[in-house]
């Protein structure tokens, strides 16, 4: 037992990294939670059309989260070996990583937008109105096509920020962000002090505000603190990076990014099947999965100071207190997770209780959520194992473990659960959480082999 525990020195390090990262995530997810309610009492067609859209955009993110981890991966060893040419270069590469990203996925929108709502646009037992979600789903998709690049650029400063151990600031401009967000949601959707009545199109510019508030805050602080920053000085003098670099970043983050982009894909899909229901199941699922975040913000937050942490001190040469704190920030990260899943179960019946919608949404909501909250010490370890392969480089390994396990065994049971059986969606999603179990158990032998214990940037 006393393996798995640290000593004060530890935790303090722990908190740390960990606190920031756990309060700007908490703010966030909280705020979309307002966000999500707000528009929900717009009605259940709204909120359905919005929910639809996001879970598109979600895997956007994830390919600018994926691509820049890639990245990211040196980043963080380059400043445990304080090397600020070779941070230098990472930061340049994640600037072209976000510019193709935002090309790929803009053509895409625009070109398939309405194509890709129609495949959760299903007949259940409520009878909504099919056009009128599809009608606000494609008013909202939009306009958040144009905070996909203030988005990007956030992420670029704030993740290399991060991996350099400045965490105050990227929480700082998200907590202003997500106020931001709040304040303009209210006064667009239900059109308050003078503002017309926009609906979920006043709910789209009000994110695409806050994106611009977030990156400027990023951006400026930044640049104006290069004493800080040091890696920041010269970085837009020259295009050019090693293509030694480049080529070692491919290699480690293509499978990351593929991973990503194919989780993200993978969860649309599910989402997908469980629509097949309903239509009053994507708002039940987008309820659930919105309070669910909330609460995973504990072991989200748990998976980047794994990362950090970790990361560091492989670059730093010190392999054996690497796997001895490893040991212990998992085993941390699902205790943690214990306590907060119970605390989300004792909520799950009255959270739903807060949105304009039926009954039916708001009973599946619940169960949905009780579900996700047995899981959650599960999917800790799934998510801990996972970041600790990633900052070792075993990209490829993280890539067979998390995305392969997706799409060959959770979303062929997926599929033949929604299209070949009558099983409610709630017994379907826990039989299909369920088989994470598998995960969990490979995630624990790849942990435990140690084929993450790696110095990347030793002979740089």
């Known amino acids: 037992m006393k393996r798995l525990i640290g000593n004060r020195a530890f935790y303090r390090r722990l908190f740390a990294v960990m606190t920031p990262i756990l309060v700007q995530n908490i703010i966030t997810n909280f705020v979309s939670l307002l966000d999500n309610i707000m528009v929900g009492q717009v009605g259940t067609e709204p909120m359905s059309g919005v929910a639809i859209v996001n879970q598109l955009l979600f895997v956007f993110n994830l390919c600018i989260f994926g691509g820049l ?19 230098r270069q990472t930061f340049r590469i994640k600037l072209y990583i976000a510019a193709i990203s935002i090309g790929i996925f803009l053509t895409l929108f625009l070109i398939r937008g309405e194509r890709l709502i129609s495949l959760f646009l299903h007949k259940g037992q409520e009878n909504l109105d099919l056009e009128a979600t599809l009608r606000h789903g494609m008013r909202y998709l939009h306009v958040m096509l144009i905070q996909m690049l203030p988005f990007a650029v956030s992420q670029v400063y704030a993740s290399t920020l991060r991996e350099t151990g400045e965490t105050m600031l990227p929480m700082k401009a998200g907590i202003v962000a997500v106020f931001v967000n709040v304040l303009f949601n209210y006064l667009l959707i239900f059109g308050k002090l003078g503002f017309p009545v926009m609906g979920v199109t006043g709910a789209a510019i009000a994110t695409v505000i806050a994106r611009f508030a977030e990156c400027l805050i990023v951006v400026w602080w930044t640049h104006f603190y290069r004493a800080r920053n040091p890696f920041i000085k010269g970085v837009y003098r020259s295009p050019r990076v090693p293509l030694s670099l480049v080529k070692q970043v491919i290699l ?74 490893n040991r212990k920030l998992i085993a941390f990260s699902v205790a943690l997770s214990a306590a907060v899943g119970m605390i989300m179960a004792a909520l799950a019946p009255k959270i739903p209780q807060i949105y304009n919608t039926t009954d039916t949404v708001k009973k599946l909501a619940s169960s949905l959520l009780i579900v996700s909250a047995v899981m959650m010490p599960l999917n800790a370890f799934i998510n801990a194992s996972y970041f600790t392969l990633r900052c070792g480089g075993k990209t490829l390994i993280t890539f067979l473990f998390d995305c392969v396990m997706l799409w060959t065994v959770n979303i062929p049971l997926a599929f033949i659960l929604s299209r070949f059986t009558r099983l409610p969606v709630v017994e379907m999603y826990a039989l299909v959480e369920g088989v994470n179990l598998i995960k969990a158990a490979i995630g624990f032998w790849l942990v435990k082999s140690k084929k993450w214990v790696n110095n990347l940037v030793a002979d740089r």
């Open 69 to 87: 981890s890639g990245a990211g991966i040196f980043t963080a060893q380059f400043y445990g070996k304080n090397d600020q040419k070779g941070l």
């Open 252 to 325: 480690t983050g293509t499978p990351l990014l593929a991973n990503e982009v194919l989780w993200a894909a993978g969860t649309a899909m599910l989402n997908q099947c469980y629509s097949v229901r309903g239509l009053e199941v994507v708002s039940a699922t987008n309820i659930s999965t919105t309070v669910s975040d909330l609460f995973f913000c504990a072991f989200f937050a748990m998976g980047t100071t794994v990362s950090i942490m970790i990361g560091q001190l492989l670059g730093a040469g010190r392999l054996e207190q690497a796997v001895d704190e």
